[in-house]
């Protein structure tokens, strides 16, 4: 079974622009979490998407944004890009929202210049 | 929103068992505790999860506390493949689900 795949892998921007990630989740999981990983900040959860609706959400800004599709595939989308927004973004899929394990997709390093 | 401390750093002998601790005092009744692990370059794995009593898998057992303020990963034989973070984790449950992340801890396996 293939695992959770993110894409793009790396991505450079520039200040002020904005991105749209992608994640597929694993066949089967209806559950699309997504995650913020610095090296300072370590780990924060931005939220998570279940049948195509927002079931939850951390504590970001309203710059941070995020969709699910029918096909649970889902998109994560940052406006109005600042530095501080340079991190590896982890999505994560699950069976469904709850007390399941996650899997984690690899990442996508996002640099903002 | 329940938080979890970890130690930074811990290293252990190939072959030895391993006790990772993990402090979650404000953790509230209906909240799980995840134990994930990430490797060099890849994003966080799965290892265990539980809410009141001691689970055990292929990969690791857990204790958690009988108070349930602090919880324990067990790695019964540490393998060289076994060096990672380690991240405790609650699930806090309150209305609506939302993973805590710890600041993990690193574990550096000696050969």
């Known amino acids: 079974k293939a695992g959770v795949t993110q894409t793009p892998r790396y991505l450079i921007k520039t200040r002020g622009q904005q991105v749209t990630l992608s994640c597929s989740p694993i066949s089967g999981h209806r559950s699309v979490s997504w995650y913020q990983q610095t090296p300072g900040q370590g780990l924060q959860f931005l939220f998570e998407?279940?049948?195509?609706?927002?079931?939850n959400k951390g504590n970001f800004p309203g710059r941070f944004s995020g969709r699910q599709f029918s096909n649970s595939r889902s998109e994560m989308n940052v406006s109005t890009l600042e530095l501080g927004d340079s991190a590896l973004y982890l999505c994560?899929?699950?069976?469904?929202?709850?007390?399941?394990?996650?899997?984690f997709g690899p990442g996508t390093r996002l640099t903002v210049t | 929103d329940a938080k979890t401390t970890q130690p930074n750093s811990m290293e252990s002998n190939e072959e030895e068992p391993v006790h990772l601790p993990c402090n979650h005092s404000t953790i509230s009744g209906t909240d799980y505790i995840h134990w994930y692990r990430q490797l060099p370059s890849q994003g966080p794995e799965y290892v265990i999860h539980?809410?009141?009593s001691n689970v055990n898998n292929r990969m690791a057992s857990l204790a958690i506390a009988e108070d349930r303020k602090s919880s324990t990963l067990i790695l019964h034989r540490a393998t060289l493949r076994d060096a990672a973070v380690y991240y405790c984790?609650?699930?806090?449950?309150?209305?609506?689900?939302?993973?805590?992340f710890g600041t993990g801890t690193r574990l550096k396996v000696l050969a």
């Open positions: 998407y279940f049948s195509e609706t927002q079931r």
């Open positions: 539980g809410l009141t």
């Open positions: 994560a899929s699950s069976l469904t929202t709850g007390t399941y394990e996650q899997y």
């Open positions: 984790v609650s699930l806090f449950t309150s209305g609506t689900y939302k993973y805590i």
